[in-house]
Nanobody, 131 residues
């Protein structure tokens, strides 16, 4: 069983910053687990969640021009954690942010990015941006 513990969401004014944090106890990022952040805007269904950010091995990967340059992920060295630094937040960033994960074998890695399914989803953390 994989537990994804999310925190950091809340209300923020446009132009402000938030830092989301996710941890999967008992795992190590890149050794036995890969993680990413997804989000669902109020205008989309649960099948329209969009990938936001992850690490492709040691390289930062952000998805979409709307977040690139504003959102930056980071992960722990001796833990299964993935943070998302959100700067210059816009009202369009409002939504539920989900931490997701998939387990990997020792010979595997996280080089596939978002091209493989994530079987474990956190409960989601709400981000509300006011004008």
């Amino acid at each position: 069983q994989v537990r994804l513990m999310e925190s950091g969401g809340g209300s923020v004014s446009a132009g402000g910053s938030l830092r989301l944090f996710c941890e999967a106890p008992c795992y190590t990022y890149g050794r036995d687990i890969c993680m990413a952040w997804f989000r669902q805007s109020p205008e989309k269904s649960d099948k329209e969640c969009e990938g936001v950010a992850t690490f492709v091995n040691d390289s930062v990967a952000t998805y979409g021009d709307s977040v690139t340059g504003r959102f930056t992920p980071s992960h722990g060295d001796r833990s299964a954690s993935l943070s998302l630094q959100m700067n210059d937040i816009k009202t369009e960033d409002t939504g539920v942010y989900y931490c997701v994960a998939r387990l990997i074998e020792p010979a595997d890695d996280c080089s596939s990015g978002l091209n493989r399914d994530f079987g474990y989803w956190g409960q989601g953390t709400q981000v509300t941006v006011s004008p």
